[in-house]
């Protein structure tokens, strides 16, 4: 039956290759939406695992990275001071975007102001090349992430100067997200005085990095803290996965119901042509049928043409998927951006191929088979 199948295509080029096409477009299309959305979902559960175990005292209406909250250095002593928090392990600090600056993803380079020797706060167990504390060092040392390190071509004893500021990178992290770039893989720490001093917000910080003291629960602290500051939040892992499923659940409702268009065209596609191949073989199928050939035979054969066809274009879209979004990614602004098509994206897009070859294929099959051998051989 294959032999056969194949034999159709090649008396058929012009019409197997726009099919061809088509499903090869198609694929593309959903290939490049799944990068996307696993893109957006890796890189956004990455920076759920920074927060891990910590929490951020800041103002109201704020998330995760808290750039946009302003609070007083004074308010955030009196947090650190506070019984339920391990002043020992949290600190004021002071998240804005550095002018001036792009990250080779399009966005800006994070500036993350701390109290020199509690630099744990905010990096945690991300490893470190280089110095992972400020401690000792110069006011405009800095501690930056991978992507940082990556924009400015950056090593261990180099110098960034970004807007008249200069800064010495005495260590780097490497990469924590798989996804789009994490807040900590694009970040630059420092002293929390020189970042307030370069920002122009002398005394304000933009949050307080707490970690629970002894014996008190992360529930003990948000209850002590949310009473005693009723106009500000505790910002926690569980308010963080709350903003990751707000930011994701209409995007992925719209990039399922793009998907679910692009399948269907796809099927409809294939469908047309295979409609077609059997109209155009009513009688080789009505020979076939008087010599004694199967009705299953027969059906087989026309799943068979489907599934090659939008296997051949599947393969092919598969394989343009990581260049495309590669070159999306330069166009958008990123610079050096490279791409790696994750495994999980190559198996959704196969299965759904599989699907589209095999669906598509049934209603013409199904005709096929409806064909009286009789009426076939009198068909011009």
């Known amino acids: 039956m294959l032999d056969i199948a194949f034999k159709d295509f090649k008396a058929k080029k012009s019409r197997a290759a726009m099919c061809i096409i088509g499903v090869m477009a198609c694929v593309l299309l959903i290939g490049v939406i799944n990068v996307v959305m696993y893109e957006m979902v890796s890189g956004l559960k990455g920076d759920l695992g920074t927060v891990h175990g910590k929490m951020y005292f800041e103002q109201n209406g704020t998330s995760y990275p808290p750039a946009g909250s302003v609070i007083t250095e004074s308010l955030g002593n009196e947090v650190l001071n506070n019984s339920v928090v391990d002043s020992q392990k949290s600190t004021n600090a002071l998240f804005t975007p550095l002018q001036g600056s792009q990250t080779d993803d399009g966005g800006m380079t994070m500036v993350v102001g701390l109290s020199p020797g509690r630099e744990d706060a905010f990096i945690g167990n991300a490893t470190v090349t280089g110095k992972s504390s400020l401690v000792g060092e110069a006011d405009n040392a800095v501690i930056i992430g991978s992507e940082t390190a990556k924009t400015y071509n950056s090593t261990v004893g180099s110098t960034i100067t970004v807007n008249n500021e200069t800064f010495k990178v005495v260590g780097i992290m490497k990469k924590v997200g798989s996804g789009w770039p994490l807040t900590i893989d694009s970040s630059m720490v420092m002293s929390l005085a020189h970042a307030q001093n370069i920002s122009d917000r002398k005394g304000l910080v933009s949050t307080v990095i707490m970690v629970p003291s002894n014996g008190n629960s992360q529930q003990t602290v948000e209850d002590t803290l949310q009473s005693a500051y009723p106009k500000y939040d505790v910002y926690t892992e569980k308010d963080t996965q709350k903003t990751i499923d707000n930011q994701l659940k209409e995007v992925m409702i719209f990039m399922n119901m793009v998907i679910i268009m692009i399948f269907a065209v796809s099927m409809v596609l294939i469908m047309n042509v295979m409609m077609m191949s059997v109209k155009e073989k009513t009688k080789d199928i009505g020979t076939m049928r008087a010599l004694g050939t199967k ?27 990581s260049p495309v979004y590669s070159l999306l990614g330069i166009l958008m602004g990123a610079t050096n951006f490279s791409f790696v098509l994750p495994t999980s994206v190559i198996v959704q897009v196969a299965v759904i191929v599989l699907v589209i070859g095999t669906f598509s294929g049934l209603l013409p099959a199904y005709l096929a ?3 009286s051998p009789i009426e076939a051989l009198r068909y011009e």
Request: glycine letters at 10%; a positive charge.
């Open 369 to 371: 088979n409806k064909i």
């Open 295 to 321: 009705k299953r035979s027969i059906m087989l054969l026309i799943i068979y043409e489907s599934l090659i066809l939008s296997s051949i274009g599947g393969i092919i879209g598969i394989l343009l998927i």
